[in-house]
Nanobody
Framework: QVQLAESGGGLVQAGGSLRLSCAAS????????WGWYRQAPGKQRELVAV???????DYADSMEGRFTISRDNAKNTLYLRMNSLKPEDTAVYYC???????????WGQGTQVTVSS
């Protein structure tokens, strides 16, 4: 079991920055990837960025260059640094952890990010 708790969301003006954190606890055995997803009102949840247990990263096209995913293994914390925020980045942001063997995905409760124009 993995428990995930996001924090760091809030209200920011367009062009601003935020850093989201996701504190993880439990057993990480088998976890192959950690990721950030987001869901805007009326839209499906979409990938923001993922990082593998080996440190490789991948981003959605619209976020690459503005967002940075990282993980502090000593603190068991996943981060998402978001720069140059746009109103269309407004969404609930979720972190997840995916077991490479069972394909089971754990989700946090989400944190709201609102970008005003």
């Amino acid at each position: 079991q993995v428990q995930l708790a996001e924090s760091g969301g809030g209200l920011v003006q367009a062009g601003g920055s935020l850093r989201l954190s996701c504190a993880a606890s439990g057993s990480f055995f088998g976890i192959g990837t950690w990721g950030w997803y987001r869901q805007a009102p009326g839209k499906q949840r979409e990938l923001v960025a993922v990082i593998t247990s080996g440190g490789s990263t991948d981003y959605a096209d619209s976020m690459e260059g503005r967002f940075t995913i990282s993980r502090d293994n000593a603190k068991n914390t996943l981060y998402l640094r978001m720069n140059s925020l746009k109103p269309e980045d407004t969404a609930v942001y979720y972190c997840n952890a995916r077991n490479a063997w069972t394909k089971y995905t754990y989700w946090g409760q989400g944190t709201q990010v609102t970008v005003s124009s």
